[in-house]
Structure formats: C-alpha cells, structure tokens
C-alpha cells in the first residue's frame, strides 16, 4: 500500500508480528498494577471516575504507566455522536513501561523503565491481511476507525480489565500494540505531541509535498492546524498561512507565533481569501484540517499553484462541485488523509527531541482524571479552552507539575 513507507524504528518495532504471549519474567523491575483509577466514558457522553481491575486483563503482554493521553478531535466527535458502551478514551498515549513479557521486549526492542509513545492502533498483523503484511498497519480492518474499532482509547472498558486507553493511571500493552521509543529527557508536554505532530508531518510534509521554498496554507488554527503549521516550519516552507474564524482567535495568534500569516476569514470565497494572502501566487500545498464545506472545497482548489495538492483530514461531508479540467490543467491532486505512517512517528519524535518543533510555544493544558467529564462537557459545547493542547494525566503528581495552565500566555 502507498504511503506506508516503513523505517528503521518502526521495522523494529513490528518486526516481530506473532510474538507468543509467556508470562511475565520474574524480574524486581517489573511492576504490575492492581486496582487502577480510570476516567470511563458512557454513552451518554458523560465520564465518572472508576477503579478497575489490572488482574482481569486478558492478553496482557505488559503494562504501561501513563503520563499522558492528549485528548484529539476524534475523542470529542466520539464522544459528541454517542459511544457505543462505556470506554476508556485516550489514544495519543505517551507513558512509561512498568512491566513486560520477555519474548514481547525482545521483539519490541523496548525495556521495563522505558519512555514510550503509542500509536492507537491494534492491527490483526495476520500474514493473509495486506496492510498488515505491507506495514500499512493502520489500515487495517480489524483497526480501522469505521470496521473493526480494535483501537487504543475505543476498546470497550466492559472487555477484560477495561484499561485499553489512556484516561487512566495505567493501560495495557497488547501483542499487536504499536510503541515507539521516546527519549527520556523530552519535555513532558512536547511528549504529548508526539503524535498529533507525526500525523501533521505525514499529512503536509509526506503526502502535502511542503518542502524548503512552498507556500503552504493550513485551514483551522485547531489541534491538528497548529501541528500542521508546525510541520511546514520545519519543512523550511518559504510562506505559511493559517485561516480560521473569528471565534478562533487564540489559535490564530499561536499559528502566527510558529511563523504563519494569520487570516480571518468567516465566509465568503475561501479560494479568493488564499490568492489575497499569498499575493496573487496560490500554494503549493493546502492542508483542510476542519472538513470544509463542498463549496469551499471547490473554491480552495482554485487557489492551488500547478502540482499543488489540497490534502483533506477534516470530515466533510457535503458534494464537491469540482472544475475538473482546471485540475488537469494545473495537475492539482485532491488526497484524503487518515492518521499517519510509521516514519512520520519517527520523524515527529526526532524533530521535537531537537526542540526545533516550535510546539514549545503552545500553552498545555492538563487535566486531571477527575476533571476529564467537565473538560469533555466543554469541549463538546464548543466551550474549550483556548489553548488546543488538552492532556490528560491520570497521575496526580504529573498533573500539579507538568503543563502550563490555560491562562498562560503564548510567548
Ligand atoms: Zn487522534
Ligand atoms: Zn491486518
């Protein structure tokens, strides 16, 4: 499959698909939980606090202590359309192993006491599947967001020890989860950016074609847009543009401090609103982090420069009327994006170890355990914080110490 470029840290990582589950090593480093705090999502998009039970787990190649679970638009749009029964949610997990099958670190590459990021998903990696056995993973069946649900943050908190996301103190580690390794020193809230930053790389940078000298345009200051402005800034973009609402001011002013012109814009003709912005030139990449309206779609794509491509991560969800021989002629690309490839987790966690992210600037937002159903509320409401980096972290001492409040400013 396309766009699933395997890489070194990733072959690792999954090198070793059908790993058997043993028992967990006698080993004094290893540490397994008991009776874990967890924030359970309902149905009825409300969340209570729970203790749940490690010792139900079932198919527990180890366990990880969380340190933090960024809450994502999916999490919001989940939670705001009804989940199917109670679930702990979080699924951009960063945290630390505390306990590991031998056989499973040996094929990770991973040891007790490592720092890790998980991606969310949980792949049948069966040799007859052919994004398991392309490395394509994440599109998977059994992971995929609309079949199979088999995902970090998804799997229902009735099934097993119910700790399949990262809204608790700890989570469990499954054969087929996928870990990447953090570097120990990596700033707690750039950590949580791991990867939000990798699928914003995967999206501009991969599939969008920003590189040194493009003009790169990102609709929605939000948590992906910000991402996506930094992953242009570090693809050496000569021109980047951030557009949002009114009502999205905050974001604007963290997209302009990354380095991105920021515009306005409430309606009207959206391809107009580029050309103004970008004197006339248009752009070579457009990234629609927010599922713009058919007609927007249509408009936008008049503002790409010849090879530009309009990348779409947002869920529209009404017709394009689209000038298809303006397409042709300008050999425009049209690509639909969905989470991220393994070398763009690489990527992302390179680049924010560097501390050349730029995502330093953006206000963190952390959030206990027992404040993720008021948090949730609000985010539902459209009454967020204005920073778009929430955080969950479940352990108390982490969430006192760690992340700025909302009120910080950007600087
Ligand atoms: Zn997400
Ligand atoms: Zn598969």
Same mark, same amino acid.
């Given at each position: ?21 043993? !028992?967990? /090593? ?11 705090? /967890?924030? &359970?999502?309902? $149905? ?11 010792? +139900? /787990? ?19 749009? +989940?939670?705001? !359309?009804?989940?199917? =029964? ?18 499973? #670190? ?20 069966? #040799? ?12 998977? $069946? ?25 809204? #608790? ?40 074609? #920003? ?17 996506? &402005? ?14 949002? +609402? ?32 970008? /004197? ?6 457009? &990234? ?5 309206? =058919? ?15 309009? &990348? ?46 730029? +995502? ?27 920073? $778009? ?23």
């Amino acid at each position: 499959m396309r766009g699933c470029r395997k890489d070194r840290r990733g072959d690792r990582v999954n090198k070793d698909a059908g790993a058997s589950v043993k !028992s967990i /090593a006698a080993d004094t480093k290893q540490r397994r939980p008991r009776l874990v705090r /967890a924030a &359970v999502s309902l $149905p009825d998009a409300t969340t209570t606090v729970r203790m749940l039970d490690a010792d +139900l /787990a079932i198919d527990a190649v180890g366990w990880l202590e969380v340190e933090s679970s960024a809450v994502c638009g999916t999490d919001i749009g +989940l939670y705001r !359309s009804g989940l199917d =029964g109670p679930t702990v949610l979080g699924h951009h997990v960063v945290g630390s192993i505390v306990s590991l099958d031998a056989a499973q #670190a040996e094929a990770w590459g991973v040891a007790v006491g490592d720092r890790v990021a998980l991606e969310e998903y949980l792949p049948c990696q069966d #040799a007859a599947c052919a994004a398991c056995s392309s490395g394509c993973y994440r599109m998977c $069946p059994q992971t995929d967001l609309w079949k199979g649900k088999r995902r970090v943050g998804l799997v229902s908190a009735e099934e097993g020890s119910g700790l399949h996301g990262g809204n #608790a103190e700890f989570m469990q580690l499954a054969a087929n989860s996928i870990v990447h390794k953090l570097p120990a020193d990596l700033d707690p809230d750039l950590a949580a950016w791991t990867q939000p930053f990798a699928n914003a790389i995967d999206w501009t940078i991969n599939v969008g074609g #920003a590189q040194e000298g493009t003009t790169v345009v990102v609709v929605g200051p939000g948590y992906h847009g910000i991402a996506a &402005v930094a992953a242009a800034r570090a693809a050496g973009a000569a021109q980047i543009v951030a557009i949002g +609402l009114s009502s999205s001011l905050e974001g604007l002013e963290i997209a302009e401090v990354l380095g991105a012109t920021p515009v306005v814009h409430d309606g009207g003709d959206l391809g107009e609103v580029i050309l103004r912005a970008t /004197a006339g030139q248009g752009t070579d990449v457009l &990234v629609d982090t927010v599922g713009l309206e =058919g007609s927007a779609v249509a408009a936008s794509a008049r503002s790409l420069r010849t090879g530009g491509r309009l &990348v779409v991560s947002g869920l529209g969800s009404t017709p394009v009327n689209l000038d298809l021989k303006a397409l042709v002629q300008g050999a425009h690309s049209i690509v639909g994006v969905r989470g991220r490839s393994p070398s763009a987790v690489t990527r992302s966690i390179d680049i924010l170890a560097s501390g050349r992210s730029g +995502l330093d600037v953006v206000p963190t937002v952390a959030v206990p355990l027992d404040e993720v159903d008021e948090m949730f509320a609000r985010m539902v409401e459209g009454r967020g914080p204005s920073s $778009p980096h929430v955080v969950v972290r479940p352990q108390p001492v982490l969430a006192e110490s760690a992340g700025r409040t909302e009120e910080s400013r950007v600087s």
